[in-house]
């Protein structure tokens, strides 16, 4: 539960410096910080896809085709589920709620804000995934100095209740990386290399996020997550 513990202590982090600071943080400096992070997240995405597919070339490629054929399915999955149309309903009442005026709810509604947010992020779900497998996810310090910074801003506009939003955090992703653990004994079996795939479709996933993070390509990748499911069933039924 290590990340889940950091990504929580870095929202405690910067929501107490917001409330501290005086000023907001220069623009070049989180822009700086924005360009490390999605570098790294590039780097480390695909160093997981790579390092999970295995065997010999026809293997790999067998693996990779997998991988594909589970994110095209997840996307429809998630479509039909309107996981992104959901997301994006999240944000938008996150802007409507930043333009409204100051009232005496701004504690409530920074503590939902926060809260909405954070968890609904895709990072959430493939960090807390990753970690459930593998043991500790460098994907959530990514995720704490993002949303460390982001309750840097709110801080300044909604007050303490935003630091609250740590604990619902840490309680989903607890949870996520608790049901990875408890699957990840299934999905180490042999010969169906059913972590493999879940991982590299993670690692692609988390690629996808980092071309966010770098404002290069938008991609609607809450509509992917289903795609985890799918890796290891797909995995499975062709290697019966």
Do not use: H
């Not at 907001?24 to 160093?47: D, H, M, Q, R, S």
């Not at 996150?94 to 804000?113: E, I």
């Not at 879940?198 to 996933?205: E, F, R, T």
């Amino acid at each position: 539960m290590t990340g889940a513990f950091i990504n929580a202590l870095g929202i405690v982090a910067g929501g107490a410096w917001g409330l501290a600071a005086r000023k907001p943080i220069p623009p070049p400096y989180p822009l700086a910080l924005k360009i490390i992070l999605g570098v790294y997240t590039i780097w480390f995405g695909l160093k997981l896809t790579w390092v999970n597919l295995n065997g010999s070339l026809r293997q790999v490629s067998g693996e990779l085709g997998l991988v594909v054929l589970a994110l095209a399915l997840g996307k429809i999955t998630g479509r039909c589920l309107r996981l992104q149309k959901l997301s994006n309903s999240i944000g938008r009442c996150a802007t409507q709620t930043l333009a409204a005026p100051a009232g005496p709810g701004r504690f409530n509604d920074g503590f939902l804000l926060a809260t909405g947010l954070f968890c609904a992020g895709p990072l959430a779900v493939l960090a807390s995934v990753q970690e459930g497998l593998n043991g500790f996810s460098p994907v959530f310090v990514v995720k704490a100095a993002i949303d460390g910074l982001a309750a840097f801003a709110f801080c300044q506009t909604f007050g303490w209740g935003v630091i609250l939003s740590a604990v619902p955090v840490l309680a989903l992703e607890s949870a996520l990386i608790r049901g990875a653990q408890c699957l990840e004994p299934v999905l180490r079996q042999r010969p169906c290399p059913l972590a493999d795939v879940v991982n590299a479709a993670d690692g692609l996933l988390i690629f996808c996020v980092a071309m966010i993070i770098l404002g290069l390509k938008k991609i609607e990748v809450a509509d992917y997550l289903p795609s985890l499911a799918f890796a290891p069933l797909l995995t499975w039924w062709l290697w019966r």
